[in-house]
């Protein structure tokens, strides 16, 4: 078991053991990256706050103890690097979960994170860009081709993506430009934007029929509403409240196969630790809905 006073402690270290890459059915990948974020920072700090506040999560979330599955926590991925090595370094964390049809529960960090995830995912095996699809939840629809030049950007990633071909169902988004309603037609990118799903409250999706049976799932956290996680870098009113998250997730994760998420845009504020512990909660819901459901 890791020392507690690491900066990066296994997850649910007060409870469990460090489980092994082969046998753990979920693989917690720290990746604080932080690069090209536009508005407010913090975001490198996200892993380490989630991680320490894991140790404060009980093993039973509520209908069964996921942790019982195994967790291993990967060590936090180098970010110290360029951003073209970042990728390349969040990809073969990500393909060691992936060669052991494993499930990488990545940590962000910003959102270009998910690049580099979905390219380890596609170097495994696991999967290939025909039968994989990707959903979001995000504020931002992040299909910019680049930003201020960029595009490794954290607002261009989705644009990465669908770039390789891949299907994209986005939620709860309500910040975006016509660039990016532009890129939605022409890769038919499937939404329910943040104006319907919040105030018809809609709760579950129905995924198209020709959608990719294994779907990564994106949620930035920047998609829920700031009332529930101020500590994002750029929140934006109007959000997706916490069981209606957890809901929209769980209806996909009934329709397929989930071989993978992550939680990107979490940027602690200091002395306000119930966001670290509500992110922490909300990365083990999720373990919770994926092993229930496959
Ligand atoms: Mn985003």
Redesign the pocket.
């Known amino acids: 078991m890791d020392e507690f006073d690491s900066e990066y402690p296994i997850f649910l270290g007060s409870e469990i053991a460090q489980g092994k890459p082969e046998d753990a059915l979920f693989h917690v990948i720290p990746v604080p990256y932080e690069a090209s974020v536009s508005y407010g920072g913090g975001t490198s700090l996200g892993p380490s706050a989630i991680l320490k506040a894991s140790w404060q999560l009980e093993e039973w979330d509520g209908k069964s103890k996921p942790c019982e599955q195994g967790i291993y926590t990967h060590p936090v991925v180098d970010c110290s690097v360029s951003p073209e090595q970042v990728i390349e370094n969040i990809a073969a964390a990500t393909k060691i979960a992936g060669d052991f049809a494993k499930i990488p529960v990545v940590l962000g960090g910003e959102?270009t994170v998910t690049y580099g995830v979905i390219k380890g995912l596609l170097e495994s095996g696991v999967v290939n860009v025909n039968d994989i699809g990707i959903v979001q939840i995000?504020a931002?629809a992040?299909l910019r081709d680049a930003y201020e030049g960029d595009k490794l950007s954290?607002a261009s990633?989705m644009k990465r993506i669908v770039d390789l071909g891949i299907p994209l169902f986005q939620l709860g988004i309500r910040a975006f430009c016509e660039e990016e309603v532009e890129t939605r037609k022409a890769a038919n990118v499937h939404f329910i934007d943040a104006d319907d799903l919040v105030p018809n409250n809609i709760n579950e999706i129905t995924l198209p029929e020709d959608f990719p049976k294994n779907v990564f799932f994106t949620l930035?956290i920047?998609g829920m509403d700031p009332s529930v996680f101020p500590s994002t870098g750029t929140p934006v009113p109007g959000g997706l409240s916490w069981y209606q998250t957890l809901s929209l997730f769980e209806s996909v994760a009934k329709q397929r196969n989930i071989i993978g998420f992550d939680i990107?845009?979490f940027a602690p504020i200091n002395g306000f630790h119930a966001y670290d512990f509500a992110a922490s909660f909300l990365t083990y819901k999720m373990m919770g809905i994926v092993e229930r459901n496959r």
Do not use: A, T
Request: hydrophobic share 20%.
């Open positions: 959102h995000d931002h992040d954290h990633v930035d920047d990107m845009e």
